[in-house]
């Protein structure tokens, strides 16, 4: 009897000693996407400042809002939502306010991705890195290298396409392929695109937004819309893989640094995203996973052929064509009811 | 001939049981990084698995909270198991419909229920929730493999024990206790490997600062490209054949 | 006298404690939000409604909900047909390599489920090894991948779950009275008989718990889906999955999780009487 009130006091004082070693000072807990950090960034951050940091990932803006509100906004202190989701977390009040003086290396950054509609003078976020939704083929395998959104439609395509598991990307392809703008609310062309996505179901071999390079560089699949980050690495792979900006634009969307209004740690979040806009650090990013970045002084450091790349920095006429995906309100409501529709019909 | 038609009807299953992980396993080894062609051999990703201190620190979580869970739960489910076997009350069975309720209810169904649970209690997601949930969907397992084990045994033994004068605390500690002592390590071993394998119920009542292996595991799981997930199963598989085959060395010894 | 009292108090007290605040509380709270409003700041507004059942009840759902049951019933009958021989030869064998055999079959079962499942990706892939094998064999000439299609849901639940028909049903086998079957075979009864008229019966309430055992947790089942199946399907556990996570619709979550436990306590009804009719105490294994 007494051995086991042994164990059972060890224990708790394990739990306990766990606990308290947690509560300590210099901790900055960060939230990001997955696959989203060089290897060795964090590490570094922790050797220069002595600050641990606690990282954790999602796979969606909506997974990692539904956490926040279930935290209450508290646990985490600094997080990456995309542009539209920024937007609706200020509004809402689940964010904190950013100290610039305390972001020297604010000045880094590019005006072009600053003062944007989603959040105005920067109050809330600021610029991560940035990127598109394109289409990656395999023109050697299918014969034919698509040009067009619309051209995925197409037989040939049967089987082989890959689409990203993700409501407003797929309906914002259709959207752009039918012509419209892919934050469009209009109850009817929201219909439309799903009437016109229930012929592309067919051809999908899979959906994928965790890591959907993977299936192009295991050759299951021939053709799919991806993340033009994750097109520049699987391409470095598989070298016959081909990237190409739709006719009618790539969909478009920035991922912001910023702060939950229940962040414990505001001294340290700072430092984090400090830390994140040198320019070394910056460049790191893009050469790791191929997404652009909003870092003047980073572009100055990059390789020319990265520097030239158009898979990660597309060309002006392509940035014209393209948008940025945007809060679209209460109309997520009719494209949830449309993506169940299309999902469960099979 | 006999041999031939029985290793017939085991061997398949056996393969089929193990091929995947063998063929994990070996590709644990392979240098390359993300292509399946075998390009030569290497201890670079577990290296690499030692250094990813967060894949660690979550592992070590994982064991605490398995551990933890485990034993609270063999010493609830021991109390919940004994007193539905000994003793009729008002609302047994309802107690009995709950636990197989409770053992049968999807996870996700748990999760979410859990976390509203924690929610209306006001209750942050973390370690405390985290083992209570674990705790939760553990003990109806013990109870039910402690309670047939109970049922297999004769109850002439305990009226014999009281018969002599031996108060109930006496009566469970020294007759009941060691019967039912194979049951209760079966269903601690039970709850722990549960416990490790959480993944649903984890990922709705745990929080930022207590990060454990399953939902790490997930995540790699679901970027699949890296050998270093290859090289985290092999150890995984590693440790439960050690675990499986010391207790089986034990288990003998004791016969 | 006290003393025993006491002990009563506790072993009953604290079980009934645990499971209120755990398991019946969780359950009401979810009954309850089943009935109310959507709400997208707060999550749930304290407003009564009826519409997440109308909506649950849309032919939407069912397809969804039938979609599930099929593959958990696929799964459950593919376990049933490579479990049932191999747990009866296993369990008829006579050698001191039984228990070591038994454990080898949960082996995998203690491994982390998840592992187990990329572990599948390796060999049905296109450059997998059962196509590597094939193309090898030169049965195929261009690789074929099984990747991405209902064969490898299946194939991946079967992975999951076979070891739990197979314990239920090598328990049963076991109790088999061999007296019997000998009996049978001596009056004449061909093989096929004995094992239609007495095998079978007899092993009937390791069938029904094996079955139980697997179709359940198949049920709520949604990674093996998403990543073996290519997530072209919404089943039961997305649906309820992305109610509370990505649609942030939890009274809408919560009016499908009860539909969801109300389908499963009918098919524990049914499992208790049938096992009730079959007259075996089957308390003892199940609870």
């Not at chain 1, 991560?128 to 051209?151: E, F, Q, R, S, V």
């Not at chain 3, 404690?17 to 109310?36: D, E, R, Y």
């Not at chain 3, 490579?82 to 001191?96: D, E, I, N, V």
Request: a positive charge.
């Amino acid at each position: 009897m007494k051995r086991t009130l042994l164990i059972v006091f060890a224990l708790a004082c394990a739990v306990f000693a766990a606990g308290a070693a947690r509560a300590g000072s210099g901790v900055v807990y960060v939230y990001n996407w997955t696959e989203y950090i060089p290897e060795g960034v964090i590490e570094q951050f922790s050797e220069e400042t002595g600050i641990k940091v606690v990282y954790a990932t999602y796979e969606s803006n909506e997974a990692m809002y539904a956490k926040l509100k279930m935290l209450g906004n508290k646990g985490f202190d600094v997080i990456v939502p995309s542009s539209y989701f920024v937007s609706k977390m200020a509004r809402e009040g689940m964010l904190h306010e950013i100290d610039k003086s305390k972001l020297p290396n604010f000045k880094n950054l590019d005006a072009a991705y600053l003062d944007q509609p989603f959040d105005k003078d920067n109050k809330y976020s600021v610029p991560y890195t940035w990127g598109g939704t394109g289409i990656l083929a395999n023109p050697g395998k299918l014969g034919t290298m698509p040009t067009k959104w619309a051209d995925l439609w197409k037989p040939e395509y049967n089987g082989v396409l890959l689409v990203q598991d993700d409501l407003r990307e797929v309906f914002g392809m259709a959207l752009k392929a039918k012509g419209y703008s892919l934050n469009d609310t209009d109850p009817k062309h929201i219909e439309e695109a799903y009437k016109y996505l229930k012929k592309l179901m067919p051809s999908i071999r899979t959906f994928n937004s965790d890591s959907p390079k993977v299936p192009f560089m295991n050759e299951e699949v021939d053709a799919g819309m991806i993340w033009n980050g994750e097109a520049y690495v699987a391409m470095g792979e598989v070298p016959a893989l081909n990237f190409v900006w739709p006719e009618e634009g790539g969909i478009l969307w920035m991922d912001c640094m910023a702060i939950p209004a229940g962040a414990k740690n505001l001294d340290e979040a700072h430092a984090f995203i400090n830390f994140i806009l040198r320019p070394d650090i910056a460049k790191k990013m893009v050469e790791e996973w191929g997404y652009a970045t909003p870092n003047k002084a980073a572009m100055a450091l990059l390789d020319d052929d990265m520097r030239t790349s158009r898979v990660i920095f597309p060309d002006k006429a392509t940035m014209a064509k393209s948008e940025f995906q945007d809060d679209i309100g209460d109309a997520i409501v009719i494209y949830e009811k449309y993506w169940n529709l299309l999902k469960g019909e099979q | 001939m006999r041999i031939f038609w029985i290793a017939c009807r085991l061997l398949p299953v056996y393969v089929f049981l193990y091929l995947p992980l063998a063929v994990l396993i070996t590709f644990s080894f392979n240098s390359s990084k993300y292509s399946t062609a075998w390009k030569g051999f290497t201890w670079k990703w577990y290296a690499k698995l030692a250094a990813n201190t967060q894949l660690v620190e979550a592992a070590l979580n994982s064991l605490t909270i398995a551990t933890l869970a485990a034993s609270i739960a063999s010493a609830l489910g021991v109390l919940l198991a004994v007193a539905l076997f000994r003793y009729r009350f008002k609302g047994r069975d309802l107690m009995q419909a709950g636990l197989f309720v409770l053992m049968m209810s999807p996870d996700i169904v748990m999760g979410v229920s859990l976390l509203l649970l924690f929610v209306a209690m006001g209750l942050n997601p973390g370690f405390w929730p985290l083992l209570t949930a674990h705790v939760t969907f553990c003990i109806p397992f013990v109870a039910a493999t402690v309670y047939s084990r109970l049922k297999g045994f004769d109850p002439n033994l305990i009226e014999a024990a009281e018969d002599l004068g031996a108060g109930e605390f006496r009566t469970f500690r020294h007759v009941i206790l060691p019967i039912i002592m194979p049951a209760v390590l079966a269903g601690w071993l039970l709850s722990f490997t549960l416990s490790m394998d959480d993944v649903i119920i984890s990922f709705f009542v745990t929080g930022p600062d207590f990060e454990i292996l399953p939902l790490r595991i997930f995540a790699m799981v679901k970027m699949g490209v890296k050998p270093d997930v290859n090289a985290l199963s092999a150890i995984m598989v590693g440790i439960t054949v050690c675990c499986v085959f010391v207790s089986h060395l034990l288990m003998r010894k004791r016969k | 006298m006290s003393n025993s009292r006491l002990f009563r108090r506790i072993s009953i007290g604290s079980a009934a404690v645990w499971l209120t605040l755990f398991a019946l509380a969780p359950n009401l709270l979810v009954l309850s939000a089943s009935f109310l409003t959507r709400d997208e700041a707060q999550l749930i507004a304290p407003l009564l409604t009826l519409d997440n059942y109308k909506a649950i009840l849309d032919p939407l759902f069912m397809r969804v909900l039938a979609k599930s049951l099929y593959l958990a019933a696929g799964a459950t009958l593919i376990c049933l047909v490579a479990g049932y021989p191999f747990a009866y030869t296993l369990a008829r064998m006579k050698t001191r390599f039984k228990p070591l055999l038994l454990m080898l079959v949960m082996i995998p079962f203690w491994t982390n489920s998840l592992l187990r499942t990329y572990a599948l990706i390796f060999l049905l892939k296109a450059k997998g090894l059962i196509s590597l094998c094939l193309l090898w064999l030169g049965i195929i000439d261009k690789p074929v991948s099984f990747m991405y299609t209902e064969t490898a849901v299946f194939i991946g639940m079967t992975y999951t779950l076979l070891p739990f028909m197979i314990l239920p049903l090598y328990s049963s086998v076991e109790k088999l009275d061999l007296r019997l079957l000998e009996a049978a075979g001596d009056l004449g009864a061909s093989k096929f008989k004995i094992f239609r008229h007495i095998t079978l019966p007899l092993t009937m309430p390791g069938i029904i718990a094996g079955c139980m055992m697997v179709f359940l947790p198949a049920l709520g089942m949604f990674y093996i889906p998403d990543l073996l199946g290519g997530g072209k399907n919404l089943l039961v556990g997305n649906f309820i999955k992305n109610q509370f996570l990505v649609s942030r619709n939890w009274p809408m979550g919560a009016a499908a999780s009860i539909v969801l436990t109300l389908l499963m306590l009918v098919l524990v009804w049914a499992y208790h009487s049938s096992a009730k009719r079959l007259g075996k105490k089957t308390e003892g294994t199940a609870l």
